[in-house]
């Protein structure tokens, strides 16, 4: 056995090297498999059925997210896309229905994923609104109000709250607020929803201003299967606006991609573009077409 | 993501905003006549539920709405939905500077008022039709006898599509029987299998 040992790894090598590299990564050690190959490529029936099976893994797919040609998919102008979407979405509050984005990558199926977080130049989700518990005419009070804040104050927000009417889904206190708000006893209702301002939380901030801007302005993504989904304007955005979004987030992604690792190569395939109840509308990268309305006609309800 | 051809398909949906009912150009300042000004705002209000006459004006924001809103991208067009069953459901025709006089006979002397209608603004006249208890189709004769809509005839590409979903969804039909009986029969072999093996089982312990 010892002699086997030391005189087929040569031959041996060959075919492990042809197979390691289609291993599994929880297959048995390879030294192990090379003992396996060499006695059972020698004369043991019994274990070259044995070896045969570390040696053929089960059959996977590819590595690689199969996308297909796009040379028959019909792709449109943003402005065209724009027309579409806003058609079938008519009589829907333009605040509340979103454009999103597909960007769909040429990446492998194992290795890291993009995730971040963006900012847009036009600020895309009005739908946290964000409340903020501090004194009602001090300078904190109209920083929040300008940085978006929908509710600023401290008795008519309790009392809003007592009354049932929670009409936000963020909440910040200014710390010159606490004792108030701890006084007014809102913890039995807000507790629950996971709205009571706390240190902890980090919603007891002394800037409440930036803090509001930061919750209203980023967006979370990730890539899942090959393709990252984010809102990225909301259907009254002019397509300047929406243009200058997807710029925004196609450079990140780009930005991204190229920040993961030398070894990894991820490449934007596909865009499209659709809308909160919308199909999906493949852009060529183009803005407009001779065809398309005006930008000022594609803005607003 | 879903499959390009899948894709594709859901994207036909576009079809149907460019052609069929309420795919017309309403006049713009451009092309307005005396009888006809132009249509600056649309506004529809009706009920969350259907009984009491609110079906027909879902139906034209469902089927109307989209066409219009696609042939004039630039003219706003608001839809509200109450809660209030008992309002009746209106439709606001929004006009540049005069409403004509077409306009105004089906608007009637009877004067509605839509409190969730935006107010007119700079100069714009109103006009209020009330659509209830109207079928959509009824609702979108009466929109294009005020405004003097000028309808966009389905052109040769289109309606060819239109021909080839048509064939499609015919030949749907058939193959959904066919596939329907193969796996029924399927199913009958497999039910037939299971009680032999049932009676077999039956007669060894037996």
């Not at chain 1, 048995?28 to 044995?50: D, E, I, Y």
């Not at chain 1, 089960?58 to 102008?77: I, Y």
């Not at chain 2, 299998?193 to 049932?198: D, F, I, K, S, T």
Request: glycine share 8%; with cysteine; charged share 25%.
């Amino acid at each position: 056995m010892s002699s086997l040992g030391v005189a087929l790894p040569s031959a041996a090598r060959g075919i492990l090297s042809s197979c390691r590299s289609s291993l599994r990564e929880t297959s048995v050690n390879p030294s192990f498999s090379v003992l396996q190959q060499v006695r059972g490529l020698k004369s043991n029936p019994q274990a070259k059925g044995k070896g045969k099976k570390a040696a053929k893994p089960s059959r996977r797919g590819p590595l690689e997210f199969r996308q297909k040609s796009l040379k028959d998919m019909d792709q449109f102008a943003l402005c065209d896309a724009m027309r579409y979407l806003r058609a079938i979405e008519v009589g829907r509050n333009p605040t509340v229905i979103k454009y999103e984005a597909h960007i769909r990558l040429r990446t492998r199926k194992d290795g890291p994923v993009i995730r971040n977080m963006i900012r847009f130049p036009h600020a895309v989700q009005t739908e946290s609104r964000i409340c903020v518990i501090c004194p009602p005419d001090s300078k904190q009070a109209k920083d929040a109000l300008a940085a978006g804040a929908v509710l600023v104050g401290e008795d008519e927000v309790f009392e809003a709250v007592k009354a049932g009417r929670i009409e936000f889904d963020r909440c910040l206190a200014h710390p010159d607020s606490v004792p108030a708000l701890n006084k007014a006893g809102l913890g039995r209702i807000l507790g629950p929803r996971g709205l009571m301002p706390s240190a902890k939380a980090g919603t007891v901030v002394e800037d409440v201003a930036s803090r509001v801007e930061d919750l209203r302005g980023g967006t979370v993504y990730r890539e899942r299967d090959a393709v990252i989904r984010l809102p990225i304007g909301q259907l009254g955005f002019s397509p300047e606006q929406l243009r200058d979004n997807l710029r925004t987030t196609i450079e990140q992604i780009k930005k991204d991609a190229s920040g993961l690792n030398d070894r990894i190569n991820k490449e934007i395939y596909e865009i499209v573009l659709s809308t909160s109840h919308g199909p999906g509308f493949s852009l060529n990268g183009e803005f407009k077409t001779d065809d398309s309305p005006e930008t000022p006609a594609l803005t607003g309800v | 993501m879903v499959n390009l051809f899948k894709r594709m398909r859901k994207l036909k949906t576009m079809l149907d905003v460019r052609v069929g009912t309420g795919a017309a150009i309403l006049p713009s300042v451009a092309n307005a006549s005396k009888e006809f000004p132009a249509v600056t705002r649309l506004h529809l209000t009706y009920a969350q539920k259907i009984y009491g006459g609110h079906q027909g004006a879902r139906h034209f924001w469902r089927n109307c709405l989209p066409r219009l809103k696609f042939y004039n991208p630039g003219i706003p067009m608001t839809v509200k939905q109450t809660t209030d069953q008992d309002i009746p459901a209106t439709l606001s025709i929004y006009f540049a500077d005069r409403v004509g006089s077409t306009a105004t006979a089906i608007a009637g002397n009877k004067q509605i008022t839509d409190k969730h209608a935006p107010a007119p603004q700079n100069g714009e006249k109103l006009a209020t039709v009330n659509v209830k208890d109207l079928s959509y189709q009824e609702i979108w004769n009466r929109v294009q006898a005020s405004t003097g809509a000028n309808e966009v005839p389905a052109t040769e590409e289109d309606q060819a599509e239109a021909k080839k979903f048509a064939a499609i969804d015919e030949k749907a039909i058939h193959d959904r029987e066919r596939i329907r009986a193969k796996r029924q029969a399927k199913k009958d072999q497999e039910r037939m299998l299971a009680e032999a093996r049932g009676e077999v089982e039956k007669s060894q312990t037996a």
